[in-house]
């Protein structure tokens, strides 16, 4: 389905009779993919255990209630159940949650949400466990849910801590500065859900000495273990994640609540537990795309250069903060997009309602911007009469401007030379009105599309993210590298979701050390912790790390040869498995150079620190930043509102490729994630109470809803702090394609499109 | 059942997971199986029955699975009428040979779904779930289809598509639906649907248009707006006096238009004023559906007509 026409991508050497792809820049096959093939890959919910039993977990059929009282002796007396726990029997501290412990394990006096959970059952029988968890009795006085994000302002607190979680007013420039055009607008961007193709599931095993291990699909296991150990009341050392399978992650992508409960059973049983969540419960219990609210004005001068933003941007953090703080940070931050905006002035709340939870999902904040001030763009080129494209290219930043939080952009931002790429591309060709020239219509093969109805439309989206924690987060990781026997081995507790990480290990350790045979360890807590997997952090802070540590095993291999023959080991290198000198005059193996012996070298990676925001929203907050233009061409059925997105055109600052087919498969994993977000992915909820929690309602794109997604233009300008110059490359497809399809809508139908995903109704247009 | 020992040694305290399974080959077995077990439930395709089961949303006590059932899987023609089984897949009647006959409910049945959902789901189970997105019941209502019902004791009786899913006439106890009769008509008919998405997903509106050249007749049905599929017979009267029968079925654009109109206002009714004369108009999103409703049906009659 997809062509792709990249002008700087290294071709792939094609199957054959040559030898296998090793080192960096080539495509290495994934580590696992074999695996999954084959059925064979271990995912959590394939695990098991002699003897275990089953849990299951009783959620809050409310939004908002008071819980007047939990009676689980039904429940307890039923045959084959084993331990009901309830708040009551937290040994710990009875709240966790990642940015700020404000939520409890188990609802004890009030639920905030619709899903959250109040008792957990550990059966013989998962039916056992589930009728179990039915029959505990909750006696509830339901409460006015708070649904609207503006209301939450002036409405009862929610919850001890108020429901105001962060808020940030920036100010940047002058405040009485006015452009002589100025365009207006609000934005309403829905409720995406990170949907991982395989919901949550875990096995915990009590251990002798009173500890835990948990088998979870973790994404952050140090951080798992340390919020499962302060709820246990364990120290830490006797809590051991062991991260299993991921069957995908675009996210934090488990519910922590259910790996607490999870252990809690065990511990109280002592037996392995086992919890598998059904579709709703994982739908219900994870983190979401914060839902946004977005007003803006744009002042520019008559050549549609930016004189000044003014944004006021709320985001609904639903019953608890999680990450919103640092969602509201990239939204605030990134408010104006990769554009020169000399004054602004940008206003962000991030407020708690009885809404389902809101967190960190791939492109957090930024996807909501990008889809407001690009509308704001259109709105604006609209107005002057100028081309999209151009007025775009006019307000362009480049390395050197500043942000809107008065932070010098460093790394390379070729943000012009991105978006000429997509705009020079040619445009794909109308179909011809033949029956052999198969036109797929908006509306699907069997859809009920007409070409008379349908209309054309091309749109542009430029987009930025930052790349790793920001506003200070320590981000550091640990990697060992170790060589025995001509096999090299890599310790890092850095988690594969599918992001290719582990094939990035051995494709380091590879080019390093000139080692083909490379394992990567599976991940444990037992290791130095690496942080969580996302915002494209293990390419930068885990390679960084296994690089150093790939390194120092390097010296100590080729210290005694240089040594020996009187030459610095920089003048020695490595190549298939033999040690040459520069001039040649020195050859030996590898494996003559280790002479049995075993070597190991742990090193760390630490990117250079950031600070906070401070009460302007001003400072250095972001380590590094990357950038995407995305030309989008749709067919929209002006009659049915349907949409059919034809092609997405991508050119991305990539820093370095590392890996062409897996970072090809990044991107267009992201643009369809956001074609998504564009049309389908929206988790609706009626007061406060989730509608349709299964995949039948909650409608993620298929192949037919994919378009055609042509890369290109891949720009390697390598980002001189990042380790090999490279730069995350999945979350800013996903930021930047909604905002370039809802363009293209607007440019084919002349309607506002303000608001995500699109409706069909707002792709209608009526005869007037 | 009860509790029952695994192979595993693992108790099942779950007074309801050792499931009784029948698996008749012929509609007669399959009622006295029935009827023996009045708490069982008839399985066919199991896309919507098997999803409720493993949702936990639905314990049957057991079931009768219909798919060893020749005698339904096929179809066969009767005095200008082609007698449907009700164990026809979707992917069944999606093929060429089929659309032949009843060009609609191959529309239909081909729109109904991934292929996974379509090699599965068969017509009748699409009848007795009666789902108001069923894509084959606006089509059935509009060739006015009739369901044979087998009953126990090899009785069969016979009731129109309509009276089974307005609920006039209900299944009794036992019974099971063996066969769906439709008219060959020998003309253009057309289904089209509108999901909101290029994918498959359930329909928003849909419509089915079937002509009948014998009578000079234009039939018409709406499905996914309200519970059951919607007929607008005023309509179908009306454009079908306009239709040049004669000369190669032609019709004026304007009238294709009207048709549109005239077919969604039957269906979604302007909002009847209140007592003190104030009206509260449709919200934009019924308003929406309306629009969707008209086009739908001046596209179905025009591709029938053309």
């Known amino acids: 389905m997809t062509n792709q026409t990249a002008t700087v991508t290294p071709a792939a050497p094609e199957a054959g009779p040559e030898p296998l792809p090793h080192g960096l820049g080539v495509s290495l096959p994934a580590t696992e993919d074999r695996a999954k093939t084959e059925g064979t890959f271990p995912y959590a919910a394939d695990l098991w255990a002699e003897g275990l039993l089953w849990a299951a977990v009783l959620r809050s059929p409310h939004a908002h209630a008071r819980i007047v009282s939990i009676d689980t002796s039904h429940a307890r007396e039923m045959p084959g159940v084993r331990a009901v726990i309830t708040h009551e029997d937290v040994p710990g501290t009875p709240m966790h949650g990642r940015g700020r412990a404000d939520r409890p394990v188990f609802a004890s006096d009030v639920v905030r949400h619709h899903g959250e959970p109040i008792a957990a059952v550990a059966a013989d029988h998962p039916d056992t466990a589930r009728m179990a968890a039915a029959a505990v009795i909750v006696e509830y006085e339901v409460l006015e849910p708070v649904t609207d994000p503006e209301h939450a302002f002036e409405a009862e607190p929610l919850h001890p801590d108020g429901n105001l979680i962060r808020h940030i007013p920036l100010r940047h420039g002058d405040p009485d500065a006015v452009g002589e055009v100025v365009v207006e607008g609000l934005y309403r961007i829905g409720r995406q859900d990170p949907a991982p193709i395989g919901a949550e599931a875990g096995l915990a095993v009590p251990r002798p000495d009173g500890g835990v291990e948990l088998y979870i699909a973790s994404t952050d296991p140090h951080s798992d273990r340390d919020a499962a150990a302060a709820c246990y009341g364990l120290e830490p050392a006797r809590v051991k994640v062991v991260v299993t399978g991921v069957p995908g992650a675009t996210a934090d992508r488990e519910d922590q609540g259910f790996q607490l409960a999870l252990g809690l059973l065990a511990l109280a049983t002592g037996c392995p537990v086992k919890l598998t969540a059904t579709r709703e419960e994982s739908f219900l219990g994870h983190a979401h795309r914060h839902p946004t609210l977005l007003r803006y004005r744009h002042h520019a001068d008559a050549e549609g250069n930016l004189v000044k933003v003014e944004a006021q941007i709320l985001l609904d953090a639903g019953a608890y903060a999680d990450t919103s703080g640092e969602s509201l940070a990239a939204a605030v931050s990134f408010a104006c997009g990769p554009y020169v905006v000399p004054n602004a002035f940008i206003e962000g709340w991030a407020v708690r309602t009885n809404n389902p939870p809101s967190g960190h999902v791939r492109g957090e904040g930024a996807l909501q911007v990008c889809a407001a001030y690009e509308a704001q763009m259109d709105k604006l080129a609209k107005k002057l009469g100028v081309d999209p494209a151009e007025l775009r290219l006019r307000n362009v930043m480049a390395t050197g401007d500043v942000l809107p939080t008065g932070q010098t952009v460093t790394c390379p931002a070729p943000v012009a030379e991105l978006l000429e790429a997509v705009r020079d591309y040619p445009l794909p060709a109308l179909p011809k009105d033949t029956p052999e020239d198969e036109w797929l219509l908006p509306g699907g093969p069997e859809g009920a599309g007409e070409p008379g109805a349908v209309r054309r439309g091309v749109g542009y989206g430029l987009g930025m993210v930052h790349m790793l924690g920001a506003e200070g987060a320590d981000e550091v990781s640990t990697a060992t590298v170790k060589v025995h026997d001509g096999v090299a081995t890599v310790l890092c507790a850095a988690v594969e979701t599918g992001q290719g990480f582990t094939t990035l290990a051995r494709q380091i350790v590879q080019e390093t050390l000139g080692i083909d045979e490379v394992h990567v360890a599976p991940v444990d807590t037992d290791q130095p912790p690496a942080g969580p997997s996302c915002r494209g952090r293990h390419t930068w802070v885990s390679g960084g790390a296994v690089e150093r540590a790939a390194k120092m095993v390097r010296t100590q291999l080729l210290q005694p040869l240089a040594h020996k023959f009187g030459m610095s080991t920089e003048l020695l290198q490595i190549t298939d498995g033999k040690i040459t000198s520069y001039d040649g005059m020195l050859s030996t193996t590898v494996s003559e150079a280790m002479d049995g012996k075993e070597l190991w070298a742990t090193a760390q990676c630490r990117p250079h620190p950031t600070e906070p925001l401070d009460e302007h929203g001003q400072g250095d907050a972001f380590v590094g930043l990357a950038f995407c233009a995305v030309r989008a061409v749709v067919d929209v059925d002006i009659e049915l509102g349907s949409v059919r997105v034809v092609e997405l055109a991508l050119a991305q600052d990539v820093g370095r490729i590392l890996n062409p087919a897996q970072l090809r498969a990044r991107i267009e994993a992201g643009v369809t994630q956001g074609v998504g977000a564009a049309l389908t992915e929206n988790l609706r909820t009626n007061r406060g109470l989730v509608r349709h929690p299964d995949l039948t309602g909650y409608a993620l794109p298929t192949a037919l809803d994919a378009p055609d997604i042509r890369i290109v233009k891949l720009v390697e300008e390598r980002d001189v702090v990042a380790p090999f110059g490279a730069k995350a490359a999945s979350a800013v497809p996903v930021v930047t394609s909604p905002a370039a399809v809802a363009s293209a809508v607007r440019a084919a139908t002349g309607r506002p499109v303000n608001r995500l995903p699109i409706r069909p109704q707002a792709a209608v247009v009526t005869a007037q | ?306």
């Open chain 2, 1 to 306: 059942m009860g509790q029952r020992e695994g192979a595993t040694g693992l108790t099942t305290h779950a007074p309801q997971t050792a499931q009784a399974v029948t698996l008749p080959v012929s509609l007669d077995e399959a009622v006295a199986a029935l009827s023996a077990m009045p708490t069982a439930v008839p399985v066919a395709g199991g896309t919507d029955l098997m999803a409720a089961v493993n949702s936990g949303q639905l314990r049957p006590a057991a079931l009768v699975g219909l798919g060893r059932i020749t005698e339904i899987r096929g179809w066969q023609y009767q005095d200008g009428h082609a007698l449907l089984g009700a164990g026809l897949t979707h992917a069944r009647m999606g093929r060429p040979d089929f659309a032949a006959l009843i060009p609609a409910l191959a529309a239909a049945a081909r729109a109904a779904g991934p292929p996974q959902i379509r090699n599965a789901g068969t017509l009748g189970g699409n009848i007795a779930s009666a789902a108001p997105t069923g894509d084959a019941l606006p089509v059935l209502a509009a060739l006015e289809a009739t369901l044979i019902i087998a009953g126990p004791g090899g009785t069969r009786r016979e009731i129109p598509v309509s009276h089974l899913l307005a609920g006039v006439d209900m299944l009794r106890g036992g019974e099971l639906i063996g066969y769906v009769r439709v008219p060959l008509l020998h003309a253009p008919q057309v289904f089209l649907k509108a999901t909101g998405r290029t994918g498959p997903g359930r329909a928003l509106a849909s419509v089915a248009v079937v002509l009948d050249p014998a009578r000079r007749g234009v039939r018409c049905a709406v499905g996914a707006i309200a519970p059951m599929p919607l007929r607008p017979l005023d309509a179908e009267a009306w454009v079908a006096q306009l239709i040049d029968w004669d000369n190669n079925r032609a019709i004026v654009p304007e009238a294709l238009n009207a048709f549109g109109e005239y077919v969604a206002a039957a269906c979604i009714p302007d909002p009847v004023p209140a007592e003190d004369g104030t009206l509260t108009p449709l919200p934009p999103a019924v308003l929406h559906l309306r629009r969707t409703v008209a086009a739908l049906a001046r596209r179905a009659l025009g591709r029938a007509l053309s």
